[in-house]
Structure formats: structure tokens, C-alpha cells
């Protein structure tokens, strides 16, 4: 097991070898955030998509294949995040599902204030008093972009064709609820984490709740 202080030099070094990536994507994770609200669903979605493609591909290769190799389960969470690559650029032309505003008062509130968290994840960090190395920033690291993929799942289930959607959603649960709780904030104090887990939890109970939604109307 990596000690937590070599698993935060890891991260460090992640982030002084791809600087200034991390906020070249950060500016594009705001960019996808305008086009859900401005643009047309059809325009928002290939946006959405083909970024989470983007996103995944970068952490899968970058962040776990090439500078991650000391983290544990190292091939493993290189598979995940390809394959959540892949399954983002499989929808991106099959379009199984939609990713819609929501018509409910509290569910656009409760989706507000998960961008908001997403995006204040380096706030965060910087609450903490961690150096500009260790911040943790959606985009190009796996825990703050697998949240906000999660709020964009809550939004959305098909009634039909769902496979593709719920191995998608089912690999970002994996990552989402299960190893805040049991590594990363109490083996090695990632206390962001925590809205990830949010994120994790609430759009799970959506999944719940609209798969029951769908199977009374049929």
C-alpha cells in the first residue's frame, strides 16, 4: 500500500509535468458548463460527450498510464477511465441518451449547487492551505471529473436502449461512492473528495428514482 505522502508526490509531480494543462481544462470543463445552459440540447450534448471523452482519455493516459504507475491498482483504474472514454465516444454517436435541463425546481437547484462544488474543488484545496501542486482540478484529475459526470447522469435516463447508459453510469459509481469512504479521505485526507461522494449518492438516488418513474408509466 503507497504511503500517504508518497501518493500525494505523485500527484505533485502530475501536476508540474502537465502544467498548464490543468487549467486550460478547467476553462474548458466552465466552456461545456455555458454550452449546457445556452445552447440547444442536441449542440450541448455533442459538447458534453465528446469533452467527457477528453477528459477520460487525458486521466486514463496521462494522469494513471504515464505519470500514475506508483498508485496502486494502477491497470485497473487505467481501464476504468478508458473505458468510460470509449463508452462517452460510443453515445456521442449512437446518442442512447439526452442530457436535459430539469423541469423540477429542486432538481435544477440541487444541479446548481453540484457544478458549483465541481468547480470550487482547487477552492477547496486551497481552504486547506495546500500548495498550488496539490490542488485537485476538474478536468485532468479523476475524482472531481467523475463528479461532474455523475450530475450530468442524474439529469438524463433513457427509456429505452439502456445498457450503455447504466454500464456508464455503474463505472462511475464504482469510483464514486465506495473509495472516498474506504481510501481517499481516510487513508489519505482528501476531504474533497466528499462532494464527489455527494455527487456519487445523489445520482444514484435519481437512478432510483427514475428507473421506478419509467417502469409505472409502462
Known sequence: MILTNEWWAVLQNYS???FPAQIIFYLLVVAVLVVFFTQK????NRVIKGSFVLFFGWIGIVFFLLLGQELPVHNAQVFLFLS???LFAVDFFTNTYQFNMPRAGWRKTLMMIGFGLVLAYPLFGVLLER???HLIIPGTFPCPTVGLALIF???T???KNRLLFLITQ???LLWAVPFPIMIQIPQFGVYEDSIMLLMGLYSLGMLI???KLIERVN
Open 153 to 155: 447522469m442524474a439529469t
Open 41 to 44: 440540447e442536441k449542440i450541448a
Open 170 to 172: 455503474g463505472l462511475l
Open 131 to 133: 500548495p498550488a501542486s
Open 157 to 159: 435516463f433513457p427509456a
Open 209 to 211: 428514482r427514475n428507473w
Open 16 to 18: 508540474l509535468s502537465i
Open 84 to 86: 468510460l472514454s470509449v
